[in-house]
């Protein structure tokens, strides 16, 4: 089944170190995004990417960097992590094809980090 | 800034009652709405979404009607059953590509 994969699925780490989440998926599809994931304030764009040469800041892009590597794959990273970086990171990706599922995102498992 | 408010953030239900979560949006120009469940431990799924052309849409138990002038949308589901006890997240955006999500309600059906 195609599907959108992140690893790692938990992290913890230690203030001021780097740290890379990634995300690939086998959906064929050209869009994709981080997500982040913090009680009581929902799902929060951080990055989005309608193809490998396109990155777009989302809400909350402070202190996060991506890379686009392929259509398949988007790496959120952290280049210092902070303790309020701790949350749950979802990738999800969604088509432009026109299709019936056009515009509908698809979520990866989800990244849970800790930051000491 | 774009905005999404989510009305309430928890909600209990006895099974078989009906359950309303409301969404305001402020950005005019929005024109897709999805609703997204987040099931315990899982990732969002899409459960059913309007375009700004349309009033309503149902599926089975589940409605969502759209007040563009209000700029308002809510999410109707009837004869709640305890899978339905979950985390509800509305959107709001232009075009279907960059999503402002609401704060989440979490539904609770009680047997």
């Known amino acids: 089944d195609a599907d959108v994969t992140q690893t790692p699925r938990n992290r913890i780490t230690k203030t001021g170190k780097r740290i890379m989440l990634e995300c690939s998926q086998t959906?064929?599809?050209?869009?994709m995004y981080w997500y982040r994931q913090d009680p009581g304030l929902g799902l929060q764009l951080i990055y989005y990417s309608f193809d490998v040469k396109d990155i777009n800041k989302g809400e909350i892009s402070d202190g996060y960097s991506v890379s686009r590597q392929a259509q398949a794959k988007f790496s959120l990273s952290l280049e210092s992590a902070i303790p309020n970086q701790t949350a749950l990171y979802f990738c999800?990706?969604?088509?432009?094809?026109?299709?019936?599922?056009?515009?509908?995102?698809?979520f990866g498992e989800g990244s849970r980090l800790t930051v000491l | 800034g774009e905005n999404v408010e989510q009305h309430p953030s928890t909600l209990s239900v006895q099974e078989g009652d009906s359950a309303v979560i409301k969404c305001t949006y402020s950005d005019s120009a929005s024109n897709y709405f999805p609703w997204y469940k987040q099931e315990l431990g899982k990732r969002p799924q899409l459960i059913i979404d309007i375009r700004s052309n349309v009033g309503e849409k149902k599926d089975q138990r589940i409605a969502v009607t759209l007040n563009k002038t209000a700029k308002h949308f809510s999410l109707h589901i009837t004869e709640t059953q305890p899978e339905d006890s979950a985390v509800y997240f509305c959107?709001?955006?232009?075009?279907?590509?960059?999503?402002?999500f609401g704060t989440g309600t979490r539904l609770k059906v009680l047997a």
């Open positions: 959107a709001a955006s232009k075009g279907t590509y960059k999503y402002i």
């Open positions: 959906k064929g599809h050209d869009r």
């Open positions: 999800a990706t969604s088509d432009s094809y026109g299709g019936p599922n056009t515009g509908e995102l698809f």
